[in-house]
């Protein structure tokens, strides 16, 4: 079983202007316990183009008003793109990027998100001619409405939020959304708060490690194999960590 790879940069840990629970002891937990068992690969920033793919000059320029904070931000785009990247040359990866994307929508953003991560990336994927249609399956305990509004009226792109209020719905749904749709990759916006110690109180480390066997088995029949996670949010920071590798370990699986 080949692992999933760990795009990361020592910069997410940087202490930029953002709420409280939103901190580098996030990105900090989840390398500890991935450090000793899988491969990382560093990205560099994306450029300015890439940016102006999904958001507005105006936005970028807010954004840059703070030099730090344009640098992480621009640095975890840059990730995002790296780790989608490698999954369309077959290898599965994970963006362990700070800040997230998904509540940045074209034209505003809120949520400790500033540029769309996930958008851009997949975006780019397009433009490029990398892809016809891409999946986006958001986890997350909060509605990603900046990468839905992006994508809403698109149809190369499905965005799926899945809500649900139990555990056995919810992982249903993750599993009814991969398999009635067509798309050339998976991208999940992976966040951890919908965990039964975090905010959300419903999944178990179990389930996230099931998530990401669906997705293996799926992008294993439907598109070569090609998937990659990205990190939104996960606050519990004593069983972030182990909720991550879950993922990756689902994400990782072979039939």
């Known amino acids: 079983m080949e692992k999933v790879k760990i795009i990361y940069h020592p910069k997410y840990l940087s202490d930029y ?12 937990a989840i390398y500890d316990e991935l450090k000793n068992d899988f491969e990382f690969v560093e990205p560099k920033p994306c450029s300015e183009d890439d940016l102006l793919l999904v958001h507005t000059p105006s936005i970028i320029k807010s954004v840059k008003i703070n030099p730090l904070l344009f640098e992480v931000a621009s640095l975890a785009v840059g990730g995002a793109i790296l780790t989608s990247e490698l999954a369309i040359k077959g290898d599965k990866a994970f963006g362990l990027i700070r800040p ?6 074209p034209d505003h953003h809120w949520g400790f998100c500033f540029f769309n991560n996930m958008a851009i990336a997949m975006e780019r994927l397009i433009r490029n001619n990398k892809i016809k249609k891409g999946l986006v399956l958001d986890i997350d305990l909060h509605f990603g409405d900046g990468t839905d509004n992006f994508f809403s009226s698109r149809k190369d ?12 719905s919810f992982v249903e749904q993750v599993k009814q959304v991969l398999e009635i749709n067509i798309y050339d990759i998976i991208g999940i916006s992976a966040g951890f708060d919908r965990y039964e110690l975090d905010w959300g109180a419903t999944l178990t480390t179990e ?7 669906l997705v293996a088995i799926n ?4 598109c070569n194999g090609r998937c990659f996670a990205l990190l939104e949010g996960g606050y519990y920071l004593p069983d972030l960590g182990k909720n991550v590798k879950a993922l990756l370990n689902g994400m990782a699986y072979e039939s």
């Not at 202007?17 to 900090?28: D, F, G, L």
């Not at 389930?207 to 066997?213: L, M, R, S, T």
């Not at 992008?219 to 439907?222: F, T, Y």
């Open 17 to 28: 202007p953002t709420a409280s629970v939103e901190s580098p002891e996030r990105v900090k």
């Open 219 to 222: 992008a294993s029949k439907k």
């Open 100 to 105: 997230p994307g998904h509540h940045a929508s």
């Open 157 to 168: 792109m499905v965005v799926a939020n899945i809500q649900a209020s139990d555990r056995k």
């Open 207 to 213: 389930d996230f490690e099931e998530i990401g066997k």
